[in-house]
């Protein structure tokens, strides 16, 4: 079955970095579009990044020049570089992918302080 495992969330002060990891299984990696969704405190769930497997790649108006969204075909890894942080930045960041379905990792949370 498909899986996206999410790891490297945290608290940071305004201004650092954080990068996030998504680990696949279960699809053909390097033929999917991968992307990262957030969902702020009780906001919905947006696009940030996204990447397809040819590698070009979407953002979100309010990250563009800060987050860099990358990918690791040979890893199955998708990765979000996310530096100058922001407090509006904070909030839960899912994995998607579409395989048939939306398929989400189970998310992680980021919150960047003041």
């Known amino acids: 079955q498909v899986q996206l495992v999410e790891s490297g969330g945290g608290l940071v002060q305004a201004g650092g970095s954080l990068r996030l990891s998504c680990t696949a299984s279960?699809?053909?990696?390097?033929?999917?579009?991968m992307g990262w969704y957030r969902q702020a405190p009780g906001k919905g769930r947006d696009l940030v990044a996204r990447i397809f497997g040819g590698g070009t790649t979407n953002y979100a108006d309010s990250v563009k020049g800060r987050f860099t969204i990358s990918r690791d075909n040979a890893k199955n890894t998708v990765f979000l570089q996310m530096n100058s942080l922001k407090p509006e930045d904070t909030g839960v960041y899912y994995c998607?992918?579409?395989?048939?379905?939306?398929?989400w990792g189970e998310g992680i949370l980021v919150t960047v302080s003041s």
């Open positions: 998607h992918t579409r395989h048939g379905i939306d398929r």
């Open positions: 279960g699809i053909i990696f390097s033929l999917n579009a």
